[in-house]
């Protein structure tokens, strides 16, 4: 009930596609999804976030989709970059005894080609 | 704006022998600070957590240890390493409080290889 599950492993996509990331999640107490880009032999970076009461957040080239009913989530990024060669997590999290809980997916290596 | 530093940066070490890694942050007051390993190609595990000084919590048993000695440093450790111990280890750090929109914040991270 605590997995993220995140999909695919790893994507291809060509200079200017779309890039799709989905995840999907069990636990309804989970009431924050942020999504974070990590370049090799570097900390995660927070890429992107929303809150389950909005279904969709848009920053530049990068946007959300969130379908509560479904516990299903997607990281899209438009006009994809070589630059947004990287591995990406989705998340949920947990608020447990005053902390935050992260529980992150498996991650998935994304590659633009040029 | 707030920073956080983790160092070494890369580490290598022998089997057995002790580890002590440092993450600070800079420019906030009581974060929630949080420790991380990741293997090569995988997921993040999370290790330890604290919301106060000298208060750690545990959510993998293992040969490792951590110490919240001030509020915004936060030390993991080891007596004695294992081959297994060898791994990308992050420090993070959210606020603590207003949790509405907050998450975590990653450092650079520190590579081990225990040898």
């Known amino acids: 009930q605590q997995q993220v599950k995140q999909s695919p492993q790893s994507l291809i996509v060509q200079k200017g596609g779309i890039s799709i990331i989905n995840c999907a999640y069990e636990n309804t107490a989970f009431d924050y999804f942020p999504w974070y880009q990590q370049f090799p032999g570097k900390g995660p970076a927070l890429l992107i976030a929303i809150r389950p009461d909005v279904s969709e957040k848009k920053e530049g080239r990068f946007t959300i989709s969130f379908n509560k009913s479904a516990k299903q989530f997607s990281l899209h990024i438009m006009d994809s970059q070589p630059g947004d060669s990287a591995t990406y997590f989705c998340a949920a999290r947990a608020i447990i005894q005053g902390a935050q809980k992260l529980v992150f997916g498996q991650g998935t290596r994304l590659t633009i080609n040029p | 704006s707030q920073t956080i530093h983790q160092w070494p940066a890369t580490l290598v070490q022998p089997v057995g022998s002790p580890l002590s890694l440092e993450c600070t942050v800079e420019g906030t007051s009581n974060p929630n600070l949080y420790w991380y390993r990741q293997a090569a190609g995988r997921g993040l595990q999370l290790l330890f957590y604290s919301v106060g000084i000298g208060q750690i919590s545990s959510e993998v048993p293992q040969n490792l240890s951590a110490s919240r000695p001030q509020d915004r440093q936060f030390i993991l450790s080891s007596k004695k390493l294992l081959l297994s111990d060898s791994g990308f280890y992050l420090c993070?750090?959210?606020?603590?409080?207003?949790?509405?929109?907050?998450?975590?914040?990653f450092g650079p991270g520190t590579r081990l290889t225990v040898l």
């Open positions: 993070a750090w959210s606020r603590g409080r207003d949790f509405y929109t907050d998450t975590q914040y």
